[in-house]
């Protein structure tokens, strides 16, 4: 692609991506408006955070595959149908069970377009940019989440959750709209014959790939593990800190505006000092704001932890979406992709969780953020120690 073409799918791209961190991040915001609404056990909020991982964690896997075998563009569209009109529903549930039943499936919809999306903007960007254009893509879900926490501050307390979800769900038409008018990727499309799926999923396992994937799947689960661990319960965990259900949607708007310079940060970088650095110090800086956010007792520790572990952990996130796509050839780019994001997808399911039953223990936010802390450097290791950098290459 030229690139103004590669510009205009970049936005195509980033608007639904922005919908998607609109989704995810109210869901945060829902999830302790809901406990009042609702009264919710803290075992039941968690796990509204980890039925939305179990979905993203099958939908990435599920059309990670069809994206190797029907092509990017079709899988992308199908994706946006399946999370825009799940959310659309859950703005009119009365039941926790039938509220988790539409997370799954708008959870499926997520985890199968995030790597797709990723893929696609990597295949049909130039070498030089490669790195760059993919972190600018993961941008959109800072403003996403932006949009979410201003959404959440505004409507939620005076107009309830439901508006909210409602709100979030409508833009995702729009991007239906773009998307048919896009084209896929050349580098699919020049593929002769398309492997079965079976074939794919060993040679993502092959000897030739083996050091990478594992590499990818430690780093893949200890990311998402520690994010939907940490930023699903971010205003819950504000509230438990003492505040009150405003001053934490407030508090946490203020840490979510971080993650722009996050993201635009390692975006200038990932092309400068290459993928593994910028993965690996972002990293590193995710590990220790964590660690503070978790002995934060002042509104100022809180406020300046949460801001850090902001940046870090999304700008780390902006990073880990570029370096995916590119350690595979195009036959089994979405596989390998969608196999790694869906592993990653099960540390989603267990962080909610574990915050929720170990709050419920009563155990400190020290200890729990602690054990965040510990498995954000073991994924920041793997990468600095085994993987492979890949800037500057051309993708096969």
Known sequence: MKEMSTKKLLGIAGLAWLFDAMDVGILSFIIAALKEDWNLT??????????????????????GLLSDKIGRKTVFIITLLLFSIG?????????????????????MGLGGELPVASTLVSESSPTKDRGRMVVLLESF????????????????PQFGWRLALILTALPAFYAIYL???????????SIQT??????????????????????????????????YGMFLWLPSVVMMKGYSLVQSFEYVLIMTIAQLPGYFSAAWLIE???????????LFGTALSAFFFGFSDTTSELLISGIFLSFFNLGAWGALYA?????????????????????????GIFGPLLVGYLAALKVSMVAIFSIFCAAIIIGALAVLLFGQETKALELE
């Open 87 to 107: 959310s659309g529903l859950s703005a009119f549930t009365t039941t926790l069970a039938v509220f988790l039943l539409l997370r799954f499936f708008i959870g």
């Open 323 to 347: 370096y995916t796509p590119e350690l595979y050839p195009t036959e089994i780019r979405g596989t390998g992709a969608g196999m790694a994001a869906s592993f990653g997808r099960i540390g």
């Open 42 to 63: 803290a075992e039941q909020m968690s796990w509204i955070g980890s039925i939305n991982s179990i979905g993203m964690a099958v939908g990435a896997f599920f059309f």
């Open 194 to 227: 398309k492997s079965n799926v079976w074939k794919n999923i060993a040679a993502v396992w092959s000897k030739k790939y083996v050091k990478q994937t594992a590499v990818l799947w430690v780093l893949w689960f200890s990311v998402v593990f520690s994010y």
């Open 179 to 189: 998307r048919m008018k896009l084209p896929d990727s050349k580098k699919f499309k």
């Open 141 to 156: 879900w800072a403003a996403g989440w932006l949009i979410a926490a201003i959404i959440s501050y505004f409507v939620i």
């Open 272 to 282: 400068r000092i290459g993928r593994k650095f910028v993965l690996s110090l972002y």
